[in-house]
Every structure is written in structure tokens, then in C-alpha cells.
């Protein structure tokens, strides 16, 4: 099973653009997670979402926005990049809020 | 505020056993989770504590004292392989999680 996908695997982006990072799972899991890597830093929480059709803010959503239409999908959206959010971006889901997380291979992604 | 800490980077030997320590400072308290990264790969599940003492899957045990804040992954005859970064997760009382920047372990012949 392919479990939880992110595309695209890197991309340089120039600041002001827009650009939408994609996320799906076929577990069925309820919830689903966006987290920024920084190195020295731990995982920080973008934006989640407990079940389809509900979202919520985590650490970090200045900047992001997302939606969860279906059960599957959980995209991440940048208005108007800017160069703070060069960063290494993982979608994670888990069956429940508090079980365990699986996690996308991550979106390497580089603002210039 | 909330934080978990966690040694920088921890060296040991292959064969050997390392202990990695965590300790944390949540508004609340769901559970531990403990993961492997890999360089440039995502985090994999390594293990959950919610009650106090030992969780042993096979080479790898963590162990929880909740009234002290503490948390250890213990890692026995270590491989090659498990040279990788290692994070505590603590779930707070939103059923949020909580991230360590990572333990980064190398192991050396």
C-alpha cells in the first residue's frame, strides 16, 4: 500500500508565488497533520485536522492555510511565499488524534 | 510554556548499549511517543508510553516516569543501521503533539 504520499518531493519557489503542497493517505485515518523540519528545531505544527471536514491551527499557521474536502486529502497552501518558510514540509496522519503518526517521505522546499 | 529536551548528538559503539533522555514541561499529559528519522527521511514510530515503567520490543525499550517528567529510549546491541536521529513526542492535553529537536546517535565501529 503506498500509505501517505506528499508531491512534490522538493521545489525552489520565488517569494510573492503561491504554491499548494499535496498530501493524500489511503488508511482511512481520521486525522491528518502538517509539520515544518528546521534544523535545531523540533517538529512544529503548520495546521491539523481531526476528521474530514474540519481544520485547525497548530504552532506555526501564519502564512499556510489548508482544507480537508474527503478523508484523503489534506492539502497545505502558501498565499505569498517568503523566504522564512524555506523548510522541509511532512504530512502525517494518524487513525486517532492520539495514536501513532505516519508520515509522508516530505516536501524539501526552498523560497528565494 | 511547554518544552521537551533531549541531548544534541550522542556517540556509542556498535555492539554497545545507549540510553537517550528525554525531559518534559506539557500542559497536560497523553502520552510519549518516541521515532526514528533517518537522514532526509521522515520520522518512523518507535514506541508509546501513556503509564509508567518499560515498553520492550525487541532491541529497543522506553521507559516513562510520569511524576518526574522523564522518558528514555534504550537501545541495545547496537547497529550500523541505527545511526539516525531520535525524537520524544509529548502529547498534551489538546492531543496535541509536543516535538524534541532530536537526539542525533552516531554509532561507530
Known amino acids: 500500500t503506498a500509505g501517505i504520499t506528499q508531491a512534490p518531493t522538493s521545489q525552489i519557489l520565488a517569494a510573492g508565488r503561491s504554491m499548494t503542497l499535496r498530501c493524500t493517505q489511503d488508511m482511512r485515518h481520521n486525522a491528518m497533520y502538517w509539520y515544518r523540519q528546521d534544523l535545531g528545531l523540533g517538529l512544529r505544527l503548520i495546521h491539523y485536522?481531526?476528521?474530514?471536514?474540519?481544520?485547525g491551527k497548530g504552532e506555526v499557521p501564519d502564512g499556510y492555510s489548508v482544507s480537508r474536502a474527503n478523508t484523503d486529502d489534506f492539502p497545505l497552501t502558501l498565499a505569498s511565499a517568503v523566504p522564512s518558510q524555506t523548510s522541509v514540509y511532512f504530512c502525517?496522519?494518524?487513525?486517532?488524534?492520539?495514536?501513532?503518526?505516519?508520515f509522508g517521505q516530505g516536501t524539501r522546499l526552498t523560497v528565494v | 510554556g511547554q518544552n521537551i529536551d533531549q541531548p544534541t548528538e550522542m556517540t556509542a559503539t556498535e555492539g554497545a548499549i545507549v540510553q537517550i533522555n528525554c525531559t518534559y514541561q506539557t500542559s497536560g499529559f497523553n502520552g510519549l511517543f518516541w521515532y526514528q528519522q533517518h537522514a532526509g527521511e521522515a520520522p518512523t514510530f518507535l514506541s508509546y508510553?501513556?503509564l509508567d515503567g518499560l515498553e520492550e520490543k525487541g532491541r529497543f525499550s522506553s521507559f516513562l516516569s510520569r511524576s518526574k517528567g522523564y522518558s528514555y529510549l534504550l537501545l541495545k546491541e547496537l547497529q550500523m543501521k541505527d545511526s539516525a536521529s531520535y525524537l520524544c513526542?509529548?502529547?498534551?492535553?489538546?492531543?496535541?503533539?509536543?516535538w524534541g529537536a532530536g537526539t542525533k546517535l552516531i554509532i561507530k565501529p
Open positions: 513526542a509529548v502529547m498534551d492535553s489538546n492531543y496535541q503533539l509536543i
Open positions: 502525517a496522519s494518524s487513525a486517532e488524534p492520539n495514536t501513532e503518526a505516519f
Open positions: 485536522s481531526n476528521t474530514a471536514g474540519t481544520t
Open positions: 508510553n501513556v
